[in-house]
Every structure is written in C-alpha cells, then in structure tokens.
C-alpha cells in the first residue's frame, strides 16, 4: 500500500512537470514598489491602508510570508532582480551605483530566447543621484543596453506629474506616476499580444519613496494623519489601484491565465511614518534586520501555481534563477555564481526547506537567512555576530549566539565564506577577463553631469528638482 502510494504521487508529479514544460512560454511581468514596508498591505490588517487590488492577487497566488528584497535600500535590488546575484556582486554598492556592463540580465536573456522586453519606471542603475531624471538615449547603462526593446524610464525616485524618457526622447505626463506607467505598460502589453511572441515587462513604481505627493481624493481617505503619512499612504492607494488595472487588463486581454506575475517592494519600510510600515519588525530601509529587508511578496499565475499562503524563504535573487527553469535558458545566459534558487518546486507545494540560505551586503553590514536562524553583523570589521529564531522569534528579540554556539559557529563560518565569495566576484573574478571593464564610475548627482546643464534653467521651477538645484547652486 505504501509502496503504490508512492508510485502514484511520482507519477502524479511527473505529469505535472510535463504539464509545465508543455504549456506555451508565459507572458513575465514584475512588478515593484520603492520603499513600501512588509506590514503595509490590507492581507497584512495594516490599520489604516487598505489594499484590494494586491489582496485579490495574493488570493488568487502564492503569498509568501517571509520574502526578502536583494538589500536593504533601492539600487540594489534593481540589480539582484536583474541578474539573481548579490548587488555587491554586480558593482551596486549602494543606491545610485551603476550595474555593470559585464553582468547579464534578465531581459537579455529573455529578449536572446525570443521575448519582447520593455521597462517602465525607475531604473536606477545608471550611476545616477538625485531625484529621477529622464535617461538619455546614449547612456551605457540605459535600460535599453541591458536587453530592454522598449523602455519609459526615469533615473530614480518620481511622482506626480513627471517626466520620463521614452527610448531617450524627453515626455512629460499628467497624474499619478505609478498610474501613468501602468497605462504605458499595459499598451506595450496590448500593442504586441497578437504578435505571437512572448513579453517580459518590468514596472518599478517611483511610489510610495519620498518625496511623498498623492492625489487629493487618494490622500482624503486619511484624514487623521500628519502631511507626510498622508500622502505616503495617499501614494500607495494609488499604486494598489494600478494593479488592479493591470490584472483587469491582462484578463481583457486573455492573458492572465498564462503570464507570470510578481509583485515585491526594493526594501523594507520607511521610519517616521505613521501608522508603522514594517508590521512589528526590527528595523527599517537601510537595515539588515528584517524590517529592513523583508518586503511583501506575491506570485500570481492561474494556469500554474496553487493559490496559498507560503513561510517558505525567497528572495528576488530567485526570480531570474525560476524564470531561467520555466523558460529553458541556457546557463551561459547567467553570470556565476547565482545567489538564488529556482521556486518552482513550490509552484505546487512547499518543499520542507530551501537548504540555500540568502545573503545580504550592506557597507559594513552582513547577514545569512537560513531556514529557521539567521546571523548578522552590523560592522563586519569588529567581528560581533548576533543570532536569531526567525521561524519563533520573527522581530528578532531574543539573541541566541550563547543558548546555540554550535548553530552559531556554523552559520558564521557560512556567511563568512559567502562574503569572500562576492568580494572575489565584486574584484571582476567572475567576468572572462577576470577584471572589473569598464572601471566602475563613481557614482554623480544628475544635475551636476554635463549632458544635463542645458535642462536646468528650463527645469528649475519643476517641484520635484526646485530645492535640489538650489542647493547645488549654493
């Protein structure tokens, strides 16, 4: 009885392997939030925010309760979604460091497999500071040199009203920005569904980061609230109803059966909002405590995944490793090492656990999630490691390096070997020529690059880039 038992469940899961493998190539849509905490969603009962749009996704999807940003703030994770690697890996340091030529992303490996790529909103990988400005069709680090077809991109953080850059030609916009870059992607979607090719679009919302300006109608709904929680709240009401313009588009359209979609946020909440942002959380954005790193996490596809609730640890350094298994990519497609895993196998059902842990580099701050436990260090240079239980102890109270010295002593020596890891690929050791080519630039404010200085009279008044230029005048 046992044995056939057995039979019956391999071969019941054979069959849906070669269901998968079967199926046309779906349609792959990420979708990310800048700056929104894992407390701040309606399935979450945050007390003020509701959600409807992303409680209907994560209903009718896999909802993971314990997913994780690739750092702690923005840049980064741009990079580790694009390449399934540590940011530090691919030359990201920090927020406004440039990706690297050398790397191999995502969309070029899907755009080389037969996809039709497009980007809409931040981008951020350019080497570029300050607050988002239209991307020059010329840039090395353009959207478009790293396997994007079509691209509406802005350098980094944007709001109401902005202005974009539409394969390099300059546009302004009228409205809410995660609205307006919703709109756009879903007419690249409409404009090439009846091509028979497969389409990958990546939206990065410049919503809910600072500097926090909603539509009065969205910022109305919380009249308790101080200006800036308002209006940060005001933000994400806004962008929960672009998703449900674009889960309702992709239902017009006939594709929501078979495409991809993922919803995540960069990194970990903002402080100083009120209500809180991280749901009881230690820590926030910048932190390699949970708050700072863990974000909500969403993969909706009906024709594949079984709707559920998930504890099981993932990261965005997954999605390109699970994207490569679903497609068929080649390995030459990725840069090696790869920090993340496939999640396939969880389509379905939980695997007992992931055995992989994750790996976070922040400056001096280090972190290893495993399973259950996670260590961490906020100065790697003095060598004070600190323990958790994040299955018992999620908020990270209780620290356990004394109670579980043989735990201890194991996960440190992992994370230990994990940072000289990405020192070495961090190096250029990963790359053909063993060097890092170009040499990385140092990251610059955009006002102060030359290819901008003849927009800034004609931009001085713009609300969003009236006091930084006053400023750099000074």
């Given amino acids: 009885m046992y044995r056939s038992t057995i039979s019956l469940l391999f071969v019941l899961c054979l069959g849906w392997i070669h269901d998968v493998k079967g199926i046309d190539r779906p349609n792959i849509i990420f979708v990310m939030a800048d700056d929104m905490g894992w407390g701040q969603t309606g399935y979450r009962n945050h007390p003020a925010l509701k959600t409807p749009n992303l409680d209907a996704m994560a209903n009718n999807g896999l909802r993971f309760e ?5 750092g702690p703030v923005c840049s980064p994770t741009r990079a580790s979604m694009l390449t399934g690697r540590s940011h530090d890996r691919a030359g990201v340091l920090s927020h406004g460091y440039a990706l690297r030529t050398q790397e191999k992303s995502i969309a070029q490996a899907l755009q080389k497999a037969g996809y039709t790529t497009g980007h809409f909103g931040k981008w951020h990988l350019n080497g570029h500071r300050g607050p988002g400005a239209p ?9 478009g040199k790293f396997g994007f077809d079509e691209w509406l991109s802005v350098s ?46 990546v939206i990065w919302y410049g919503n ?34 672009s ?7 992709l239902r017009e359209f006939g594709m929501e059966k078979n495409t991809l979609l993922v919803f995540c946020s960069d990194n970990g909440g903002l402080p100083n909002i009120e209500p809180g942002t991280v749901g009881g959380l230690r820590g926030y954005k910048g ?18 995944i079984r709707p559920r609730v998930t504890h099981y640890p993932a990261c965005v350094m997954d999605l390109f490793p699970t994207v490569q298994e679903i497609v068929g990519l080649p390995d030459s497609a990725m840069n090696k090492p790869q920090d993340g895993i496939s999640l396939m196998p969880l389509f379905q059902s939980d695997p007992a656990e992931r055995n992989t842990p994750i790996g976070f580099r922040y400056a001096t701050k280090r972190a290893l999630v495993g399973d259950r436990y996670k260590i961490l260090t906020e100065k790697i240079e003095t060598g004070k490691f600190q323990l958790y239980d994040i299955v018992n102890d999620p908020n990270e109270a ?27 690929s961090f190096q250029g050791k990963d790359y053909a020529e063993g060097m890092v080519t170009p040499s990385d630039p140092e990251p610059i404010n955009w006002y102060d690059a030359p290819q901008y200085q003849p927009y800034l009279e004609q931009w001085k008044n713009r609300w969003e880039y009236a006091g930084f230029l006053k400023r750099a005048k000074k």
């Fill in 243 to 249: 998703i449900g313009t674009l889960r309702a588009k």
């Fill in 66 to 70: 314990r997913f994780y940003a690739g």
């Fill in 287 to 304: 932190s390699v405590f949970e708050g700072g790193i863990r974000v909500p996490g969403i993969i909706e596809w009906p024709q594949t």
């Fill in 398 to 424: 209780e620290e356990l390096s004394l109670k579980e010295p043989t735990i201890f002593e194991k996960l440190k020596k992992q994370l230990l070997d994990w940072d000289a890891s990405v020192d070495a």
């Fill in 135 to 143: 991307i020059f069709a010329g840039d090395i680090r353009s959207p």
């Fill in 208 to 241: 809910p980061h600072s500097p926090f300006k909603a539509l009065p109608q969205d910022k109305a709904e919380f009249p308790g609230l101080n200006e800036a929680s308002s209006n940060h709240y005001g933000e994400l009401v806004a962008m929960d109803r």
């Fill in 156 to 201: 980094n953080f944007f709001d109401m009203n902005p202005i974009l850059s539409r394969n390099g030609k300059f546009e302004e916009f009228q409205g809410d920005s995660s609205e307006i870059i919703v709109d756009e992607a879903v007419k690249f979607l409409d404009q090439h569904r009846k091509s028979n090719k497969p389409m990958f679009a």
